[in-house]
């Protein structure tokens, strides 16, 4: 029998040499207070919380003396050392030698750290594995008896009014209602919020009625999602889904033009097509090709229809957890309307399809009205892309029709938010180790979040937390600053998760907090401002380096305008800080495979190494190595002689951009298919490059290819 517990945890207790189902409590006068009942008379074994009775020990016991309930207080432990005190009892911890008092005191177990040892321990927490449940915790609608008091679900905190506690979830008792937040009932028959089932939104031109949005003004139809007139409406001329390629519909007729698409519309063109192989503009002489509403039956005037279709964030392999009303998914509308594109999911570099890389939007593929995007890999690991509508984003407008946003950085009109449910979803690292696992990092539900989906620029708005600056650690969009958003480690890859704002370039988006910036490292951010080649040497190097004002493990990047000595003259992103102490500027290296990362093998100071692999250097042919090299090795504040070392030159890339290059004689000396060329004036030391001019920048067994009209190739075998 071992010693028994009912106060607030963390002290230290006298161990009975008699054992004893109470423990005492040393108070600084010398007296030792009996902290619990001992237990019934009925005999050993009676735990206070468990069986009700009465102890044989008066309301203290004598000092060096703890209570067993069926004698009364006895004599705890003597003991010379901490090893008399060691015993097999799986409900005493840190046991040890008094030296004041010569008597062994030990620790409550306390699993899970609420200041409550378990029932089995004489304590009254019913699950010591969980710290919020215990004689302290707060009932909830769980099927869990979360205050111990030995009934489940008795008087729930979390069910709202007009609902009750039913098998562990909260439902609400009047009919038509449902429970879709956690703080009320909403009637599913006319909210519009939350029409015919939870999180179904109506759009700004409906209202709901009888669980069903319908158009409220007059001469509107409902096509799709969107009320639209039928007279009028270009894209729904006197019917849904027929499309005035004149852009021009009246009286619901189509003006100049016949209604419908050409012949043959919706079928995907083959790879031969006279349009796509003459390189003819797809919109070239007629409205934009790229997002207009489209059915699947109308098809587009050129181009593929990608259909509106139901669908749901979360599904049954990906619940969403935590979800009001005990759902597991959202219902969503994908493509509202049916959306018009010239490319739907086409490999880079086949034919038709557009280029996300190209110099100008012009030339990407799309057409002037449209935008190229990478839009994942196919099934054998190709990218593939998708041409959208062009746009120019703005703060508080949108120049995209319903049911799209102008997304920050793309450019480009793609779907909104359709829901604030959907807002408060974010993906929760359940295991704490960085990396997605499925099956284990759920979707979740935040309650804490107040993002609402404005349905004005189709994006999430967030209050943000207050004092949040760009830069904090984070893992959910709550956390951040007003209308920011948290590139968690999950989801990003930055380490610890990164507070962020896209879109700071716009009036009304500007980055909160001092030592915040809005620097653009392919689309404008709000980052932790730093100052470039600041930190001490010390932290220059080695995994645990940083640039100053930065985390650990983030680089501070030069905003490319500001010289050295200005504050803020570039922002922390994540850096490449690793193991790597000795320069190896011009050494080859590879990834190995799709979990292998390369710059792990190149010397990193700053952050700022980098192994440039035949993917990252592009051109054809591919190169059959990638090499180490050091970017921005000419940024200001930073010596040059430490990146790229004695045997290594600093190389102007064009506008802003540098990198170390090894020094070369000969190609020999160089990585395979690499060249030793010419890099700056032809007194200087040559270095190996990518690109040759001349057989002579080869090895023996190469040669310099030069595709026509350019200056430049690429070695390649004889």
Same mark, same amino acid.
């Given at each position: ?10 002290d ?6 008699t ?37 044989a020990?008066p ?25 008399d ?7 005493t ?12 005191v ?5 699993g ?35 205050d ?22 909260c ?11 956690f ?9 519009p ?15 709901c ?15 799709g ?48 097509s ?5 390189g ?15 059915? =699947? ?13 139901a ?51 012009v ?15 196919d ?9 959208l509508?062009?746009?120019t ?8 029709r319903?049911?799209?946003?102008c ?23 359940? #295991? ?21 989906? #404005? ?22 969009d ?23 704002k ?20 392919g ?15 010390a ?32 922002a922390?992103i ?5 193991a790597?102490?000795? #320069?190896?500027?011009?050494?080859a ?16 100071p ?16 591919a ?39 090894a #020094? ?17 004036? =032809?007194?200087? =030391? ?30 390649v075998?004889?």
């Amino acid at each position: 029998m071992r010693p028994s517990w009912d106060g607030d945890g963390g002290d230290t207790v006298t161990k009975s040499e008699t054992s004893c189902c109470g423990f005492s409590i040393v108070l600084a006068v010398g007296v030792v207070v009996l902290a619990a009942s001992c237990g019934g008379r009925e005999g050993r074994g009676v735990r206070p919380g468990v069986d009700a009775g009465t102890s044989a020990c008066p309301l203290t016991c004598p000092m060096g003396t703890t209570c067993d309930p069926t004698v009364g207080c006895v004599g705890s432990s003597a003991c010379a050392t901490s090893s008399d005190c060691v015993d097999t009892d799986a409900c005493t911890e840190t046991e040890r030698c008094d030296p004041a008092s010569r008597r062994c005191v030990y620790s409550p177990l306390d699993g899970d750290g609420d200041g409550e040892p378990p029932v089995v321990c004489g304590g009254r927490d019913c699950d010591d594995a969980d710290p919020s449940v215990g004689t302290r915790g707060t009932e909830s609608c769980d099927l869990r008896d979360n205050d111990c008091d030995g009934v489940v679900d008795d008087e729930p905190t979390d069910c709202p009014a007009g609902s009750r506690c039913t098998a562990g979830a909260c439902e609400c008792t009047t009919p038509g209602f449902e429970l879709c937040s956690f703080d009320a009932c909403a009637d599913t028959r006319s909210d519009p919020e939350n029409c015919g089932s939870c999180f179904r939104r109506c759009d700004s031109t409906t209202t709901c009625v009888a669980g069903e949005c319908v158009c409220s003004g007059a001469g509107l139809t409902l096509c799709g999602t969107t009320c639209v007139d039928l007279s009028s409406d270009p894209s729904h001329c006197g019917s849904c889904g027929t499309f005035c390629s004149s852009g021009s519909c009246a009286t619901g007729v189509c003006d100049g033009f016949d209604a419908g698409p050409p012949p043959d519309a919706g079928a995907r063109p083959d790879a031969g097509s006279v349009l796509r192989d003459a390189g003819v503009r797809v919109d070239a002489g007629a409205p934009c090709a790229q997002g207009v509403p489209c059915t =699947p039956d109308r098809g587009c005037s050129i181009g593929e229809c990608i259909a509106e279709t139901a669908g749901t964030i979360g599904d049954a392999t990906d619940p969403i957890s935590g979800l009001p009303g005990g759902a597991t998914t959202i219902p969503t509308t994908n493509w509202v309307g049916g959306y018009c594109t010239t490319d739907l999911a086409l490999p880079v570099g086949t034919a038709g399809a557009c280029d996300p890389d190209a110099p100008t939007d012009v030339d990407d593929g799309c057409g002037t009205c449209g935008q190229c995007a990478a839009a994942g890999e196919d099934a054998s690991g190709r990218t593939v892309t998708l041409c959208l509508a062009a746009c120019t984003p703005a703060a508080t407008t949108n120049p995209c029709r319903a049911g799209y946003t102008c997304q920050f950085g793309l450019d480009a009109c793609v779907p909104g938010c359709g829901s604030d449910t959907e807002c408060r979803v974010y993906r929760r690292d359940n #295991n704490a180790n960085g990396i997605y696992d499925p099956g284990v990092d759920l979707l979740t539900y935040d309650p804490l979040s107040s993002a609402t989906c #404005n349905m004005t620029t189709g994006r999430c708005d967030q209050p943000g937390a207050v004092g949040a600056v760009a830069g904090i650690a984070c893992t959910r969009d709550a956390q951040c600053e007003a209308n920011g958003e948290c590139f968690a480690e999950i989801a990003y890859g930055w380490d610890g998760g990164y507070c962020t704002k896209r879109g700071c370039d716009l009036v009304g988006r500007a980055c909160a907090g001092a030592g915040s910036v809005c620097q653009d490292i392919g689309v404008p951010l709000c980052l932790r401002g730093c100052d470039v080649g600041a930190e001490p040497v010390a932290d220059r190097l080695g995994v645990a380096g940083h640039g100053a004002g930065c985390r650990a493990g983030y680089k501070c990047l030069w905003n490319e305008i500001d010289g050295a000595g200005v504050p803020n003259n570039g922002a922390c992103i994540p850096g490449n800080y690793n193991a790597i102490v000795t #320069n190896n500027v011009g050494a080859a290296c590879n990834s190995t495979g799709p979990t292998d990362d390369p710059d792990a093998r190149c010397y990193s100071p700053f952050g700022y190494g980098r192994c440039l692999t035949p993917a990252l250097w592009g051109g054809t042919p591919a190169l059959p190595s990638g090499m180490c090299t050091i970017l921005n090795c000419a940024a200001p504040g930073i010596d040059t002689a430490m990146p790229c070392g004695p045997s290594g030159q600093c190389v102007s890339l064009g506008g802003t951009l540098t990198a170390c290059f090894a #020094n070369c004689t000969t190609a020999a000396t160089c990585p395979t298919g690499y060249a030793c060329g010419e890099v700056g004036l =032809p007194t200087d =030391p040559h270095a190996c490059v990518p690109n040759c001019a001349a057989d002579g920048d080869c090895t023996v067994d190469r040669r310099c290819q030069i595709p026509v009209g350019e200056l430049v190739g690429r070695c390649v075998l004889r």
